[in-house]
DNA sequence: ATTAGCACTCACTTGGATAGAGTGCTAACA
DNA sequence: TGTTAGCACTCTATCCAAGTGAGTGCTAAT
């Protein structure tokens, strides 16, 4: 059996309704609505092929047909227009993305409270992963007389301090000189690599004072990297999922929101994925919870080399065209607004 | 007409029942259920005394007896017993609370976290309104030629940091003049003073360099010092509205999840409840979309003087024995747990 | 190859009928 | 006079049967 031109053209009607209105169409409707030229009768026949060839599905035997996870795909991949994006619509996501150029965390979860109101649908967003971002200076400052302020600044432009109450005594040449050893140490390092360090010892032979001061600072710049590798992961559109007929059943729904709540792991799943726009559609999910449901994620770079995430969630049916092209302006935009000095592209 | 004994005792049981089944319950039931020695009849004629000074409704004629807010208050006013905590659950709170004593913010973030575990329950937490906190530290650290980071420590503990791109050259020295400046004059002043004041004007006089260099950091210090004056709202167990009967209907949950996304409103509404324990139940709050929930906030304080919220949101129908217990026990801890030196009450 | 016609399917809606929990009233009882 | 048993009544929830309508699949005619 072929997927002749009369085929595919019934395929992306059912499709682009289905789309839309989220209720199976039947062939006389369709005949109607797209007037295409030919009766009921032979749009049947043609999909009744399409079913037998996989891409569309019967919920109950008199019911229309509801376009499977490869008809999407196929819809995906060959089938839908390129959306252009209204000068309105670049427009805000240029105003949105490049105000608060300091805060780049914010700016993030700028992109994803805009993402989830320009489609509707669940959105989320991670920083990059900051292992392989690379330390540049490192500070520590006397605030009273037991406390000091540890600050870390990554390549990227992350800030990080911690408050320490120290309980050896110490005066402020002594921190000053001991941030100047630290910074010398590990300058231009990457946390990741730090981390597997014995960063204790590096302080060992110095002198008696110095050394004492070192091994109560060393166990919390430790935590403070680790913190600072942390991936944050923004969620926002959460209250969509109520707008979307798919998820009425208060199961589903329940299963979605839950999944956002083990951080964790859906961090982790966001992580895996291939860079650059991947869509995966209902069964090529492989979490059991997203079987019926749509993924795209698309990835930001900062400086060719941090990579950070970007995407929504909601049902397979959904508006591909349209919220590839949103993402896809959002990435870029977000690329180039913390395009740093430097960095070679490496992949 | 009285509110003796027995029509205290059975709005009690009433009251218990309900909050516990979510059913409405019928005279027969609950005189076989709780063995009180009279008929159900009796209880019928109490109960329409009950339901005519207001303590308890009807949904429908031949439904069994629903309490009322009145009847709630009644019953947390009066009638119920206190809850005390197991030394599992104080364990719990303690460890929770005091280990990471190094970031606040998270601090309250896991408050939030953990006492929506504890309740089931949607729970919330607000920082202090960071307007009274003082100025303690200033710096300005220089980290590669066009890149400065501002810090900012504060008396309560805060820190914040801000990366600069200056396009005015500057040198070490001058940066760390100005810093000290800047301490010298605003050391010991509110934030929300500082806010008001023409600092621009204060380094008018100087040097023609500093002058220009104050000019283009001080804007940055003032949005630095709005963002630390921001109250952080922090939501947990948001899906934990599924398994409250009250809200299987869609339509109610989305309403209350879609508040939750106006956090500045949201946010407002907290602060602007008097500190203490307070519950407002049902109609008692002014929120329309509130009136068939119970909001229950407590404060905690950072040396007597900042404040922040913490609770819960729920049906009416809550454990106000238990979740008041638990919420008591936090707030005393979060405030314990961060009592710095000094600080009067003021209050 | 296409189409009209027709029997058939299945979810959804509508309208009783019934069961069950509970009330309110009345009259009897202690 | 307060308490209780008895009974008619009310209202929801559930079940079932019939009817409706959108749609399919097959067959025969074009």
Request: glycine share 6%; charged share 25%; aromatic share 8%.
């Given at each position: ?177 001991l941030a100047k050893v630290m910074t010398y140490n590990y300058r231009g390092k990457t946390i990741s690599n730090i981390m597997t360090m ?58 979605i929101l839950e999944m956002f709540n083990r951080k964790q792991a859906f961090t982790d799943l966001l992580i895996n994925r291939d860079s ?72």
């Amino acid at each position: 059996m072929d997927l002749n031109e009369r085929k595919l053209k019934i395929l992306h009607a059912i499709v682009s309704d289905f789309i839309h209105s989220a209720e199976p169409i039947g062939s006389r409707t369709l005949s109607r609505k797209y007037s295409m030229g030919i009766s009921p009768a032979t749009i049947r026949n043609e999909m009744s092929d399409l079913e037998e060839m996989g891409f569309l599905t019967h919920p109950y035997t008199s019911a229309g047909r509801v376009p499977s996870s490869k008809a999407y795909r196929l819809y995906v991949n060959d089938l839908m227009k390129r959306y252009e994006l209204s000068d309105g619509e670049k427009k805000t996501i240029e105003d949105k993305l490049t105000n608060g150029l300091a805060e780049f965390d914010r700016t993030i979860e700028h992109a994803a409270k805009l993402l989830s109101e320009m489609t509707n649908l669940i959105s989320f967003a991670i920083t990059p992963k900051q292992e392989e971002d690379k330390l540049k200076y490192i500070n520590l400052i006397p605030v009273d007389e037991n406390t000091v302020v540890l600050m870390i600044v990554a390549e990227s432009g992350k800030v990080s301090n911690t408050a320490l109450k120290l309980k050896v005594p110490y005066n402020e040449e002594r921190l000053s000189f001991l941030a100047k050893v630290m910074t010398y140490n590990y300058r231009g390092k990457t946390i990741s690599n730090i981390m597997t360090m014995d960063i204790i010892k590096d302080f060992e032979s110095d002198m008696e004072a110095l050394s004492q001061l070192a091994g109560s600072i060393m166990p919390k710049f430790m935590n403070t990297l680790e913190g600072m590798m942390d991936v944050e992961l923004y969620l926002d559109g959460l209250t969509n999922i109520f707008a979307i007929p798919e998820y009425n059943d208060i199961e589903r729904a329940k299963l979605i929101l839950e999944m956002f709540n083990r951080k964790q792991a859906f961090t982790d799943l966001l992580i895996n994925r291939d860079s650059g726009m991947i869509i995966t559609i209902g069964d090529e999910n492989s979490d059991k919870v997203l079987q019926d449901c749509s993924l795209i994620t698309a990835t930001y770079r900062i400086n060719g080399k941090l990579i950070g995430k970007l995407g929504v969630i909601g049902p397979t049916r959904m508006k591909y065209d349209e919220i590839t092209s949103v993402i896809e302006y959002m990435t870029d935009n977000l690329s180039t607004a913390y395009e740093l000095t430097g960095g070679e592209e490496d992949e």
